[in-house]
C-alpha cells in the first residue's frame, strides 16, 4: 500500500508540473505518465507493484511460482506480514505470510490463496476495508458508539465454566471456555476468535464435531471441525470462527463461551481421555471506535480440558416419568358425540414427561393404566399416545384396545413404538381414550404411567434401563348428558363494615366477607332443570347438608367450622331460561348457555354474637345442583381456581 501511495504523489506532483506548463496534457496522456511511473517503481524495488496483487487469476499455493507469486509477495512485504524479498517463490515464509493475513482478514487461515482469498485481495485493492496488522482500518464497526476513539480490549479466563467437564456422545453445545472481554477508552467491537485445539487430530475427527462462540444461549458463530476447517500451524491445530460483530461497551466486561458438539459415536478409544480448548495470544481480535484492531490476550490462556466419557452416556442414561402441568384439569365432560349421542373420541385423560438424561433414550413399549369409577357405566374403548393434545392424526405415536373394559382396573399396552427422547432434554406425551356407551349416571376416569414392567426404555446402545417416578392424571367425570358448568374469570372475596374492635362500645364486630363466583353452564345432550333459591335442593345453597352444600368456608387453608350467620344470593336468566311448567326452576335447552352470578357471604359474628376466631378466610365452591331429579356435580371441590382469595377476619 505504500508504493501505491508514492505513485498516486507522483502523479500528483506530475499533474501540477503539467498544469504549470503551457499545454495542458491530455487524459490519454497522463494515463501514459502513470503506467510509466508504476513501471519505474516496479523495477526499482525488483518486482512487481502491489497493485498489482488485485489482478491474481490463479490458485496460489506453497510451491508455485511466477509473477503473480512476485505480486503476492510485495503486497504481503508492504502490509508488513513477510519479512523478506519478493522471489516469486512460495515457499514457507510466504505460506505463514500468508495464513497470517487471512487470519486478519477473517478467512481460513490455510495458507492457500485460493477464490476467496482472491476476492478479498482485490477488495481491499479497491478501497475494501481490510485490516492488515491491525493498525489500518477495521473490518466493520456497526454498533459502535465511540467512533473515532481509540481503546484496549483486555482478554482473560472467565471462571466458569470450569475445568474437567465431562464431554459425552451426543452433548449439544457443551460449554468448556469463558472469554471475559474488557473495553476500555472505546467500544470494541469483536469481530474473531481463533482457538488453539491441540496437538492431536483425535479431538476434531474423533470427538468434537463442531464449535461455537455464544454470547450467553446466542450464537455469535458457529463451524464444524474437519480437515476444511482446522489448520495445522507447526504441531498446532488452530481453527478460527469470525463473520460476526459483537460489541462490548467502552468500559465494561462481557463473557463469551466456547463451547462444543460432541460426536453423537464416540470410539471407546477415545473415552476417558482429556482434551481442551486454549485461547492463544491475540487470539481476540476486535476493532475500536477509530478503526484499529484491538487484540487478546497478550499471553495465551490456560488450556482449558475436559474429559471424554462415553460409557457414562450409553451405558448410564436414564428416564424420568412424571406428570405434566399440560394434565387436564379435573373436570366434567359431557358425551353427546357421533350418531349414538353417548360417545366421546379422543378423551384427554393424563399429559406425562419423559425426561433422558446422559444419553438418548428409547422408550420401545408403554402400558397406560385407566381407573374407572362412579357409576362405571361409560366403557372406555380405544386408547392413543400423541405428541400433542389435540392428538392430530401426524401426531399419534401409537394407538391400543383398552382391556377390562368391564372392569375397574384397565389398561392399555402401546407396542414397538420405539419413541426416542434425545439426551438431556423432556419430551410430553398425551394419553387420550374413546369413551362410549355413557348415559345420564357419572363414570370417571382417571390415567397413570407406572415405571417398571409398564415403562420398557434402552439406551442408544440397546442396554435395557430402569425407570424413575410416575405420572397419574386428574379425575375426569363423564355423563351421557347433563349440565356442563365452568367458571368465568376469578372468583373474589371482599371484606365490608368495620372489623372485630373497630366499635369501642361493645367491642362488636360488623364485618361482612362476601364471596363472588361466575358460574357458567351450558344444556348438553338434552335439556336441563336448574333449581332456583325456593327450591328445596337448589343449585347453589349454604344449607346444612354437607350432601347438597355449595361453598366450603377455610380458615387458614383448613376447612372451617360451620358459620351459622351466612347467606347466598343467584339469579337465573328467565330469557334464557323458561321457568314455564315449573314452580322452582328453570328449564336450560340443549344448546344454551348461561352465566350466574353467585354470591356467598359471611359475617365476623355468629348469630348469638359470639366473633369468629381470627385467621384468613378463604371460600371454596365444593358443589353445583341441578336436574329435576337433583344432580350434583362436585368436580370442582379441590380445585384452587374455584378458590377465592384470602381476607383476614373478623
Known amino acids: 500500500m505504500k508504493k501505491l501511495v508514492f505513485v498516486l504523489g507522483l502523479v500528483m506532483a506530475l499533474s501540477l508540473v503539467s498544469v504549470a506548463s503551457a499545454a495542458t496534457p491530455t487524459i490519454a496522456e497522463l494515463q501514459a505518465q502513470i503506467a510509466t511511473l508504476t513501471a519505474q517503481l516496479a523495477a526499482l524495488s525488483g518486482g512487481t507493484a502491489s497493485s498489482d496483487v488485485a489482478t491474481i487469476t490463479k490458485t496460489l499455493k506453497f510451491g508455485s511460482r511466477g509473477d503473480q507469486v512476485t505480486a503476492l509477495q510485495d503486497y504481503l512485504i508492504d502490509e508488513g506480514y513477510l519479512d523478506s524479498t519478493a522471489d516469486g ?169 466456547l463451547a462444543v458438539d460432541a460426536l453423537s459415536s464416540i470410539e471407546s478409544a477415545y473415552e476417558v481421555s482429556t482434551y481442551g480448548l486454549l485461547l492463544p495470544a491475540d487470539g481476540v481480535r476486535g476493532v475500536d471506535g477509530a478503526g484499529l484492531d484491538q487484540k487478546g490476550p497478550a499471553s495465551a490462556l490456560s488450556r482449558r480440558t475436559f474429559t471424554v466419557d462415553a460409557d457414562s452416556l450409553t451405558e448410564g442414561a436414564t428416564l424420568a416419568v412424571s406428570t405434566s402441568n399440560s394434565t387436564a384439569s379435573t373436570q366434567q365432560i359431557i358425551a353427546d358425540q357421533n350418531t349414538d349421542g353417548d360417545e366421546y373420541d379422543k378423551l384427554p385423560l393424563l399429559a406425562f414427561n419423559l425426561k433422558a438424561e446422559n444419553g438418548d433414550v428409547k422408550v420401545t413399549d408403554l402400558v397406560a393404566g385407566i381407573t374407572r369409577g362412579g357409576g362405571t357405566v361409560a366403557t372406555a374403548t380405544t386408547a392413543y399416545l400423541c405428541t400433542d393434545a389435540t392428538c392430530s392424526s401426524s401426531s399419534v405415536i401409537g394407538s391400543a384396545t383398552v382391556s377390562g373394559t368391564s372392569a375397574t382396573a384397565m389398561t392399555a399396552t402401546f407396542s414397538t413404538i420405539d419413541y426416542v427422547i434425545p439426551a438431556d432434554t423432556t419430551k410430553t406425551l398425551y394419553l387420550l381414550v374413546d369413551i362410549r356407551d355413557a348415559d345420564t349416571t357419572a363414570t370417571t376416569f382417571v390415567g397413570d404411567v407406572t415405571i417398571g414392567s409398564n415403562v420398557t426404555a434402552e439406551t442408544s446402545s440397546g442396554t435395557s434401563i430402569t425407570e424413575t417416578g410416575g405420572a397419574t392424571g386428574n379425575t375426569i367425570t363423564i355423563m351421557e348428558s347433563g349440565l356442563e358448568i365452568s367458571l368465568v374469570g376469578s372468583p373474589t372475596l371482599a371484606a365490608t363494615g368495620a372489623p372485630q374492635g373497630g366499635i369501642a362500645a361493645y367491642n362488636l ?81 340443549e344448546g344454551e348457555e348461561i352465566t350466574i352470578p353467585v354470591s356467598y357471604t359471611f359475617y365476623g359474628r355468629e348469630a348469638a354474637g359470639t366473633a369468629i376466631a381470627s385467621g ?30 384470602g381476607v383476614s377476619a373478623p
Open 89 to 257: 517463490k512460495f515457499g514457507p515464509k510466504t505460506k505463514a505470510a500468508v495464513k497470517a493475513w487471512q487470519a486478519d482478514n477473517d478467512l481460513t487461515a490455510d495458507g492457500i490463496v485460493g477464490p476467496r482469498s482472491r476476492a478479498k485481495l482485490a477488495e481491499l485493492m479497491a478501497g475494501g476495508t481490510g485490516t492488515g496488522t491491525g493498525t489500518g482500518t477495521g473490518t466493520g464497526t456497526t454498533g459502535i458508539t465511540t467512533p473515532g476513539v481509540e481503546g484496549t480490549l483486555t482478554v482473560t479466563a472467565n471462571p466458569t465454566p470450569g475445568a474437567g467437564q465431562t464431554l459425552r456422545e451426543a452433548d449439544v453445545k457443551k460449554e468448556i471456555l469463558g472469554l471475559k472481554l474488557e473495553a476500555k477508552l472505546s467500544d470494541i467491537a469483536v469481530q474473531r476468535v481463533k482457538v488453539d485445539l491441540g496437538s492431536s487430530t483425535a479431538i476434531y475427527n474423533k470427538v468434537i464435531g463442531k464449535i461455537y462462540v455464544l454470547d450467553g444461549s446466542t450464537v455469535l458463530a458457529e463451524s464444524p471441525l474437519n480437515s476444511s476447517t482446522v489448520v495445522k500451524d507447526g504441531t498446532t491445530y488452530y481453527i478460527t470462527l469470525a463473520g460476526f460483530n459483537y460489541v462490548v461497551p467502552k468500559n465494561t466486561t462481557k463473557v463469551l463461551t
Open 509 to 589: 364486630s360488623t364485618s361482612s366477607m362476601k364471596a363472588t363466583f361466575n358460574v357458567k353452564v351450558k344444556a348438553i345432550g338434552s335439556d336441563v332443570v336448574l333449581p332456583t333459591v325456593a327450591s328445596d335442593t337448589p343449585m347453589f345453597t349454604v344449607g346444612a347438608s354437607t350432601a347438597l352444600r355449595t361453598f366450603q368456608l377455610l380458615k387458614d387453608g383448613v376447612a372451617a367450622a360451620a358459620n351459622t350467620a351466612t347467606s347466598t344470593d343467584y339469579d337465573l336468566d328467565t330469557e334464557i331460561c323458561s321457568t314455564s311448567g315449573l314452580t322452582n326452576g328453570c328449564t336450560l335447552a
Open 616 to 645: 384468613n378466610y378463604k371460600v371454596q365452591m365444593v358443589g353445583v345442583n341441578w336436574g329435576a331429579t337433583a344432580t350434583r356435580s362436585t368436580f370442582m371441590s379441590s380445585l384452587l381456581n374455584w378458590r377465592t382469595n
